[in-house]
């Protein structure tokens, strides 16, 4: 039997292609029927997150030295902490491969996001990453930089690619099975890879979800075709069993869904008296994942999910048989997946999967060390440099808790962002601009008073370039168009409407003196007539305003179709400059009064 090529002895794990795995036993003593056990290692979501400080917490449910269920909220992540842990999972069955499932990249902090994620495409190779399926996030710099991702290279014009010397790109492999380039059936990337183990076949089989250009910049998908999700894994299924014979499938997609209170262990903690999800539950589950993976071919063994950041192992989602899993976000956890072989049929005969906390009192990988302290050396004298300061935590939807959202949707640092996007854009020579909409999925982070865990470059209470960079990743630009007080309308109700209705709602953030509520119980329209104003004057249908956005909605984004209808289009600051200039000018950072959006019912 051929056995893996070891790339270095930095990239453990990491193997060429599908050849084969080691034969069957797996360190596991020998089987009588010869089954042949295989591990998958399965992350998601990484979004750029190789250092310590900037992944956060996570929060799950552990038990004491009785039994009883305790509530832990610890610090988790950093893929220092995160290569050790796969390898020590490793150590447990010489069958393993480690693959993902879509957004390895993209929307990361300034350390790798400053370097067009360079850095995580190094931890990742040293991580011994092979196969991942791409996500939507890998699109957010076009086709052309994610070929870059892909094969290396460097571009000569922009002097923050290869930084660190000649970039060789990723040593894993992109799989893109229903992206093609429009009018053709040509894929981007390969639609599947297949690994031998023992003498069966395994097929992994990556995609992102149909709706990506929808989440992504339209200009960065321009020309590609994202096809039906069901329908291309099927008819995978079918080619590779009938020519392939492959028995074994392995969907790495970028879809997900969430669990939902109430959950089990409801009234066991004073906080949360709906109780908290499960790391490893599946409890009252809905999400866009749904109907897909009850739509695919019964074969199909495992569905690794993604997109969504939550937690969760379904050993039998929706009475399919179908192992379904997500391991949240920002390399916080591994997913196990255990699956059995029969050495005569081919076929799984069992299969399971556990969540893995990356905690940081594991030791650190010293390879991976000396990739995040190269890289946090390059970004440090911009990161570090301080912008400005603040009196308590203005956070976001993502931080855990996510405290001050309120229940109309409006996020506090949200509220911050849309300020410095009006602000920047308000002179006349600059557009002239009365009212700036900014897009919740494009808030990334808070603003937090206290240090966080490993982070470095600061005190308390300071706002470091860092910081404003995490808020704001994506480098998008800023626009200035006239929209007719009708349009401003249509924008609103396409907050939870058209394609929306089905993404479920995305909330607009909302400059200072514009106000408006809304009733989602309403049978049509939510908008209430008459409370859409600004500056406590009603916003006249008729009228013409000046209106600032980021050019992500500014191009139809998020569902936002009306935002290309503006008209006198103007450019301006690219977003991330707009709220590090707010930040200096309004210097220590207000907490935002969050009276702008009510919500009735």
């Keep these: ?276 999800a499960d790391v490893n539950g599946c409890e009252n589950f809905t999400g866009d994942i749904t109907p897909i993976v009850q739509g695919l071919d019964q074969q199909v063994d495992v569905v690794v999910s993604a997109h969504t950041h939550q937690p969760y192992v379904c050993p039998n989602f929706a009475g399919t048989k179908i192992l379904m899993t997500s391991a949240a976000s920002f390399g916080r956890l591994v997913t196990s997946i255990d699956l059995t072989i029969d050495h005569q049929t081919k076929d799984v005969t069992a299969k399971a999967a556990t969540n893995y906390v990356v905690k940081q009192t594991l030791p650190k990988d010293p390879v991976e060390t000396k990739i995040v302290e190269k890289w946090e050396q390059l970004a440090a004298p911009v990161g570090n440099r301080v912008i400005g300061h603040l009196n308590q935590d203005i956070l976001s939807a993502r931080d855990t808790p996510p405290n001050g959202v309120t229940f109309a949707g409006e996020i506090p640092i949200g509220d911050v962002i849309a300020d410095g996007q009006l602000e920047s854009t308000a002179p006349s020579d600059f557009g002239g601009a009365v009212i700036a909409f900014m897009n919740a999925g494009g808030v990334r982070a808070g603003l937090h008073f206290a240090l966080q865990p490993g982070e470095v470059g600061r005190s308390e209470g300071e706002i470091t370039y860092a910081n404003a960079f995490a808020v704001q990743p994506f480098a998008n630009v800023m626009q200035v168009k006239t929209l007719t007080g009708a349009q401003i309308y249509t924008a609103l109700e396409q907050q939870w409407s058209g394609t929306n209705s089905v993404a479920g709602r995305r909330i607009l953030q909302v400059s200072h003196g514009f106000t408006y509520s809304y009733d989602l119980t309403l049978p049509e329209n939510k908008v209430i007539p008459g409370s859409v104003k600004l500056n406590a004057t009603p916003i006249d249908p008729l009228a013409s305003y000046r209106v600032a956005m980021n050019n992500f909605i500014g191009d139809g984004g998020d569902g936002f179709a009306v935002f290309k209808d503006g008209t006198d289009v103007l450019g301006g600051d690219v977003d991330l400059d707009a709220l590090v200039q707010y930040l200096m000018n309004h210097d220590p950072l207000p907490y935002p009064e969050l009276n702008r959006i009510t919500r009735l019912g």
């Design 1 to 276: 039997m051929r056995k893996w090529v070891v790339l270095a002895a930095a990239l453990v794990g990491l193997l060429l292609c599908a050849s084969a795995f080691a034969d069957p036993g797996n360190g596991k003593g020998t089987n009588k029927d010869n089954d042949t056990h295989v591990q998958l290692l399965a992350i998601n979501d990484f979004h750029g997150h190789i250092q310590a400080s900037t992944p956060g917490t996570i929060r799950y449910v552990d038990k004491d030295a009785s039994g009883d269920a305790v509530d832990i909220n610890a610090p988790a992540g950093g893929v220092e902490y995160l290569s050790t842990l796969l390898k020590q999972l490793r150590d447990r069955n010489s069958n393993t491969l480690t693959v993902g499932a879509g957004d390895m990249i993209g929307a990361s902090p300034l350390v790798s996001g400053l370097f067009h994620d360079e850095p995580t495409v190094e931890a990742l190779n040293a991580l011994g990453l092979q196969v991942t399926g791409v996500g939507n996030h890998e699109f957010d710099e076009g086709i052309n930089e994610l070929y870059r991702m892909q094969n290396g290279g460097c571009v000569t014009s922009d002097p923050t690619t290869c930084a660190a010397g000649p970039f060789g790109g990723a040593l894993y492999r992109y799989l893109a099975a229903n992206v093609v380039f429009s009018g053709t059936d040509q894929t981007i990337f390969p639609p599947y890879k297949l690994v031998k183990a023992g003498n069966a076949k395994i097929a992994f089989i990556g995609l992102t979800l149909e709706g990506t250009p929808l989440i992504v910049t339209p200009t960065a998908v321009q020309g590609l075709e994202f096809r039906p999700e069901v329908a291309t894994v099927n008819a995978l299924v079918h080619k590779l069993r009938a020519d392939d014979g492959v028995r074994t499938f392995v969907v790495l997609i970028h879809q997900g869904g969430q669990q939902n209170p109430p959950f089990a262990n409801a009234g066991k903690f004073a906080d949360q008296p709906k109780g908290f």
